[in-house]
């Protein structure tokens, strides 16, 4: 039993029961009633499994901004002991990653990979987005008129991301396919509770990716032009005298990146067409207004973001609204819930997407996302030509849900014209 910060005291049984719910499908489909069951409890709550969940946005905003909390890194990994899914390949992999660094090695690779998406970076980009989003849209047309039906998420929602980013980092077309599949795998190492079947999953993908990635670095070594990569490459060589130190380096950075941008906005793509269904009458509206499409993508990813929850360790023992939380301890910061949270947002559970208030979709601090501006380009440009050219599409069938609690996937999203 552990007291919260509302005085009233939480058992760790009864959070099993409603984690359970969370894992099980009906929970995946929708698991805003259980996060407000969860806040209704109290802002920090017992995880069955140590450590402590993170309700409101106040305090999983403020965990995300402060020093005294860290992303676990190789060393907080390596006091896990072994046998255990921190020690993983897969989540050794991940510790290398810039979502596995704390300053000042994070800062350093940080800073290495410049203004990413800048104004001139994406108005470049604006154009091949345009003609991907008419192409895939093409696709569609051509599926429904031969079908009737299609599955939005694997034909559309899933390939946008995998060309824009191809594109931008001249990775072939002929791999895009393996890279979705590797980025599916390696998300369970991320999983809030991963199965053993999921980081054996997670463990092979790890591999195929360290293997690709150390590849592309190897072959643009040979042939430096003036992509992203390129110049990384040409900063490394300025900030690393080992190049073998320097291209391990640019293999996490690139892999990445690469596997950070594709799983998070198909699932902003697929859940948008989802949730606007789901809201006919904001739809309707926005036939006539596609100049709101961005504020559109915004209400999205507050409602239902692709990442519902991330982990932070206590650097120092620390209190968090009236709870005693231990150094090294582990806080689940809920995204989706914070989302959520009333005293942040007026009817928090009304999808309106004529709301402004600015949301955790993106995280928050040093490690916010450095493709969000990417991902907005993306979605509202898909937005827009599925208001163009297909304002009678509809979906046929609830979306299939991949069973994970951190990552959100729609594994199938069947539409129609009507
Ligand atoms: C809708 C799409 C996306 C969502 C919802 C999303 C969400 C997030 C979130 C919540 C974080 C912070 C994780 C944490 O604090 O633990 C993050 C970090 C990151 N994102 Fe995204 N992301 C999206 C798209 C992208 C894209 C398109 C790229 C790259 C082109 C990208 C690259 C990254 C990277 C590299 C990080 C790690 C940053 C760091 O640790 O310093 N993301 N993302």
């Not at 039906?149 to 077309?173: M, N, R």
């Amino acid at each position: 039993m552990e007291p919260t910060a509302a005085g009233t005291i939480v058992d760790r049984r009864s959070m099993v029961s409603l984690m359970s719910r969370l894992r099980a499908s009906r929970g995946q489909a929708d698991p805003y009633p259980i996060y407000a069951e969860l806040r209704s409890m109290g802002d920090v709550l017992p995880a069955p499994w140590g450590g402590h969940l993170l309700l409101s946005h106040e305090l999983c905003d403020q965990v995300l901004r402060s020093r005294t909390w860290a992303t676990f890194d190789a060393e907080w990994r390596a006091r896990q002991g072994e046998g255990n899914r921190w020690s993983a390949p897969a989540s050794r992999q991940l510790s290398k990653t810039l979502q596995g660094l704390n300053p000042p090695h994070h800062t350093r690779q940080r800073r290495s990979l410049g203004n990413v998406f800048d104004r001139n970076t994406l108005t470049g980009l604006q154009p091949f987005v345009a003609q991907a989003v008419e192409d895939l849209l093409d696709r569609l047309s051509g599926q429904l008129r031969t079908n009737g039906e299609a599955d939005f998420s694997a034909l559309v929602g899933e390939d946008l991301p995998v060309a824009t980013i191809g594109h931008w980092l001249k990775l072939p077309q002929a791999d895009h396919a393996l890279l979705r599949e590797l980025t599916h795998g390696q998300a369970y190492a991320q999983e809030l509770l991963p199965s053993a079947s999921q980081l054996a999953q997670a463990n092979a993908a790890a591999e195929g990716l360290r293997e690709y990635f150390t590849a592309v670095v190897a072959e643009r070594r040979r042939s430096l032009g003036d992509d992203a990569l390129s110049n990384w490459i040409r900063t490394w060589d300025e900030l690393e005298p080992d190049r073998e130190v320097a291209d391990e380096t640019l293999y996490h950075l690139v892999m990445f990146i690469v596997i950070a941008s594709l799983e998070t906005t198909s699932t902003l793509l697929s859940n948008m067409v989802w949730l606007l269904d789901q809201h006919p009458r904001q739809r309707a509206w926005l036939l006539d207004h596609p100049e709101a499409a961005p504020n559109a993508v915004e209400e999205v990813l507050r409602y239902d973001p692709p990442i519902h929850l991330t982990t932070r360790v206590a650097t120092e023992d620390t209190v968090l609204s009236g709870v005693r939380i231990a150094r090294d301890e582990v806080v689940h910061v809920m995204i989706a819930a914070a989302n959520h949270d009333p005293d942040q947002f007026v009817d928090p559970d009304t999808f309106d997407i004529g709301r402004t208030a600015a949301h955790l979709g993106f995280g928050g601090g040093i490690h916010y996302c450095i493709g969000a501006a990417l991902a907005r380009v993306e979605a509202t440009e898909l937005l827009q030509g599925l208001i163009r050219r297909f304002p009678t599409l509809r979906v046929t069938t609830p979306p299939l849900w991949e069973p994970r609690m951190a990552f959100r996937r729609l594994t199938a999203l069947h539409v129609a014209e009507r």
